[in-house]
Structure formats: C-alpha cells, structure tokens
C-alpha cells in the first residue's frame, strides 16, 4: 500500500511542488503584515482622496448658490446698490 504524502515541514523543500519554497513561516508571517498594511495604506488614500472631492463638490456648489443669489440681487431694478455713485 502507498501512505499518503505529508506536508514538509516549514522553510525545507516541497517535493512535487511548484519549485522549492524555501520561506521561513515567520518572514511570510512577516509579508502578509506588509501586505496588508500597504493595503490598509492603499485604502486610507483612496478615501481621503475621494472625500476631498466630496468636500471639494459641496465647496463648488455653495460658491455657484453664493454667486448666483448676489447675480439675483444685483438684477433686480431699483433696488439699492446696484447704481454707481
């Protein structure tokens, strides 16, 4: 009878594996921290970068709700201010 294959121990050579891995478990311990702070990194840009825009669109809108009140009130006729002294 054939016994089935066990695992290699970690940081020695798999055989029948895709090539020999050769990674200690505490430095791939180590690469998937790194990995996933730069992603958490990655996803803190990507919001501030989008609630910039956010913040950048309501700033864009009150300036045009601003100027466009001041735009009615210097229209209208007869009312003061709006002749030159």
């Known amino acids: 009878m054939h016994q089935p ?13 895709a090539g020999p891995s050769l990674i200690n478990p505490a430095v ?3 690469v998937r921290q790194l990995a996933a702070q730069a992603e958490h990194r990655r996803a803190i840009a990507e ?3 989008r609630r910039a825009a956010d913040q950048q669109a309501r700033i864009n ?4 709700e601003a100027i466009n009140a001041l735009a009615s009130l210097l229209s209208k006729p007869g009312q003061a201010g709006n002749r030159p002294a």
């Open 5 to 17: 294959r066990r695992p290699a121990p970690p940081g020695r050579l798999r055989p029948g594996g």
């Open 28 to 30: 791939a311990a180590r």
């Open 47 to 49: 919001f501030r970068t």
């Open 61 to 64: 809108a009150l300036l045009l």
